[in-house]
Antibody, heavy 120, light 110 residues
Framework: EVQLVQSGAEVKKPGESLKISCKGS????????VAWVRQMPGKGLEWMGI????????RYSPSFQGQVTISADKSISTAYLQWSSLKASDTAMYYC?????????????WGQGTLVTVSS | QTVVTQEPSFAVSPGGTVTLTCGLS?????????PSWYQQTPGQAPRTLIY???TRSSGVPDRFSGSILGNKAALTITGAQADDESDYYC??????????FGGGTKLTVL
């Protein structure tokens, strides 16, 4: 069974750094992309970017390019989303997700979400 | 940037049929956009219904179906049930590894 298990909720102050994780199991982690999706409070889903762990090929939505960094460690089947300097506007639920196929599209499996709260 | 459009809200009667659509601010949606559909209830992670235009995700009842209707992707729900009342999101693949979500449709069953 494909599973994506995300790290727990975080409460941070503006300006702090943060790295959240998404551990895949039940499949060949290196062979499938992992995408990150943001959902701000009361708002819709936003595509942030996607990484292919096999070669770390990473693509970012223009809205998120330069704002976050997506990475992966295939040796431990884990993808990451990180910020170097958080803002209050980064407060959101973040989901990782995996496509049904070995490609950049057709998301099928989802993590449970990580709530990030940024407040002074 | 291209905008993916969805109806903000829709209502359906119990047992009825509803078709939600997913379009582009400029151009037509085709299977090359690999349209996918997700259902989300408050406080829950999204649940995949359909990917690659018309492939149902594991465990999704055949009341849910995906297609291309005219110049848009479509999600049709037949025999609507009370627990279909949710937010529905589509996503389109724009190429170069980038996808864009629609703004979502709030479906009411009444």
């Amino acid at each position: 069974e494909v599973q994506l298990v995300q790290s727990g909720a975080e409460v941070k102050k503006p300006g702090e750094s943060l790295k959240i994780s998404c551990k895949g199991s039940g499949y060949s982690f290196s062979s499938y992309c992992v995408a990150w999706v943001r959902q701000m409070p009361g708002k819709g889903l936003e595509w942030m970017g996607i990484i292919y762990p096999g070669d770390s090929d990473t693509r970012y939505s223009p809205s998120f390019q330069g704002q976050v960094t997506i990475s992966a460690d295939k040796s431990i089947s884990t993808a990451y989303l990180q910020w170097s300097s958080l803002k209050a506007s980064d407060t959101a639920m973040y989901y990782c997700a995996r496509p049904a196929y070995s490609g950049f599209y057709s998301i099928d499996n989802w993590g449970q979400g990580t709530l990030v709260t940024v407040s002074s | 940037q291209t905008v993916v459009t969805q109806e903000p809200s829709f209502a359906v009667s119990p047992g009825g049929t509803v078709t939600l659509t997913c379009g582009l601010s400029s151009g037509s949606v085709s299977t090359s956009y690999y349209p996918s559909w997700y259902q989300q209830t408050p406080g829950q992670a999204p649940r995949t219904l359909i990917y690659s235009t018309n492939t149902r995700s594991s465990g999704v009842p055949d009341r849910f179906s995906g297609s291309i209707l005219g110049n848009k992707a479509a999600l049709t729900i037949t025999g609507a049930q009370a627990d279909d009342e949710s937010d529905y999101y589509c996503v389109l693949y724009m190429g170069s590894g980038i996808s864009v979500f629609g703004g979502g449709t709030k479906l009411t069953v009444l």
